[in-house]
């Protein structure tokens, strides 16, 4: 029997890396068809079947404090995570111990498939706010994903979403203007809130203004005189993190206005 058949078969929690604990993950108790991210989480126009087996690719959940990391950079890969709750940031440290914040995950999002290739994890991913993901060993992934087509094909999906979104951030540093980077930023914010049944116009920011500048490319200087900007300009309210986007159509107009 192979190690992801008996994994399959026992249902049973066990911790893939060192960066797991007894404390931080547990037995799963909520099912993927009962869950409110499926939609967003598993491949549309599944038959029953083919949930009950993709199903059993997450064996458990992990909880995850504010501050605290799923992973670290250069952490040994087994397992891909699905956010059920919460709020992730991925970073890099540079040569001088830096952080360069590399992206924002949500509720239904994957983390830790840039590992994929290398064996280990390339980045760190920390969490926000106090959240919890299911735990997906990457050998049950590939064994399931050979008996239903559906869930390979979705993973070619992420990974090629991935793909077109490092290169939306290449064009966003390399091309906009400081407010179009900022209005870009928050007009995405908005769609992945809408995916997801919270309102398009009104949240509240789960990241710092410095870890803002350090994905866009700003000084926090820029970062918070640009939302002043906007506010003034009456494009948005802003008390501390909570947004309020009260001129879709001009934050739009910022990006396609170009000098």
Not at 83 to 106: A, N, P, W
Not at 227 to 239: A, H, M, P, R, Y
């Amino acid at each position: 029997m192979s190690e992801a058949t008996a994994l399959r078969s026992t249902q049973k929690v066990i911790f893939l890396n060192p960066s797991e604990s007894p404390v931080g993950a547990r037995k799963f108790e909520v099912t993927c068809s009962s869950c409110n991210l499926r939609e967003i989480c598993l491949p549309a126009g599944l038959d029953h079947d083919d949930l009950q087996r993709i199903e059993q690719v997450v064996y458990a959940r992990r909880r995850v404090k504010r501050g605290d990391a799923l992973f670290n950079a250069g952490d040994v890969f087994n397992s891909m995570y699905a956010i059920r709750s919460g709020f992730f940031k991925t970073s890099l440290l540079d040569g001088e111990g830096r952080e360069q914040v590399t992206g924002f995950f949500m509720g239904g999002e994957l983390l830790g498939m840039d590992g994929v290739g290398a064996g280990h994890y390339n980045g760190a991913a920390i969490a926000l706010e106090d959240s919890e993901v299911c735990v997906m060993p990457f050998s049950l992934v590939e064994d399931i994903s050979r008996e239903v087509p559906a869930l390979q094909r979705h993973l070619h999906a992420v990974l090629a979403r991935e793909i077109v979104r490092d290169h939306g951030v290449m064009l966003l540093l390399g091309s906009m203007r400081a407010e179009e980077r900022l209005a870009a930023f928050l007009l995405n914010l908005s769609k992945r809130f809408t995916r997801r049944g919270y309102s398009p116009l009104d949240f509240h920011l789960r990241m710092t203004r410095e870890e803002i500048g350090s994905y866009l490319g700003l000084k926090l200087e820029t970062v918070s005189r640009l939302f002043s900007k906007f506010q003034e300009d009456g494009l948005i309210e802003v008390q501390q993190k909570h947004v309020r986007i009260r001129d879709n159509a001009g934050m739009e107009q910022l990006l396609t206005t170009r000098h």
